[in-house]
């Protein structure tokens, strides 16, 4: 964890390749969105992106370190949550675990419901 800290630096963050839009990250295909929020909060608003060919996993924040090994580390993981703060925080983890694929997806529940008009799905299919 000390050594993917002391990356984090402006001249790492200020390029923005640790995040990825909603639609960037939709357009991958063959890739996975690590969904950490907790269980109650998916519960009530999930996420199917079959359409797209991206799988999701719901590991709660909390859970990841017991969990982690379930993702693959060949493939794209967009980490989301609905504020942004527990996907930062998974997305800091797996770096440390040498996940090199690993995105902190930048949106929310409204930005992803936005991004999924009709068009956008159509395109996609």
């Given at each position: 964890?000390?050594?993917?800290?002391?990356?984090?630096?402006?001249?790492?963050?200020?390029?923005?390749?640790?995040?990825?839009?909603v639609?960037?990250?939709?357009?991958?295909?063959?890739?996975?969105?690590?969904?950490v929020?907790?269980?109650?909060?998916?519960?009530?608003f999930?996420?199917?992106?079959?359409?797209?060919?991206?799988?999701?996993?719901?590991?709660?924040?909390?859970?990841?370190?017991?969990?982690?090994?379930?993702?693959?580390k060949n493939?794209v993981?967009g980490?989301?949550?609905?504020?942004?703060?527990?996907?930062?925080?998974?997305?800091?983890?797996?770096?440390s675990?040498?996940?090199?694929?690993?995105k902190?997806?930048?949106?929310?529940?409204e930005e992803?419901?936005g991004?999924?008009?009709p068009?956008?799905?159509?395109?996609?299919?």
């Amino acid at each position: 964890m000390d050594n993917t800290l002391k990356k984090m630096k402006l001249s790492y963050l200020g390029t923005g390749k640790h995040k990825i839009a909603v639609k960037s990250f939709l357009e991958q295909r063959d890739a996975i969105f690590l969904d950490v929020r907790a269980k109650e909060e998916v519960e009530t608003f999930q996420f199917n992106f079959q359409h797209f060919n991206i799988e999701v996993i719901h590991i709660p924040i909390d859970e990841l370190p017991d969990r982690f090994k379930e993702l693959p580390k060949n493939k794209v993981i967009g980490a989301f949550c609905s504020s942004g703060t527990r996907s930062a925080w998974a997305y800091i983890y797996l770096l440390s675990k040498g996940f090199e694929k690993v995105k902190w997806i930048e949106a929310g529940n409204e930005e992803i419901a936005g991004a999924l008009k009709p068009g956008f799905i159509f395109k996609n299919l």
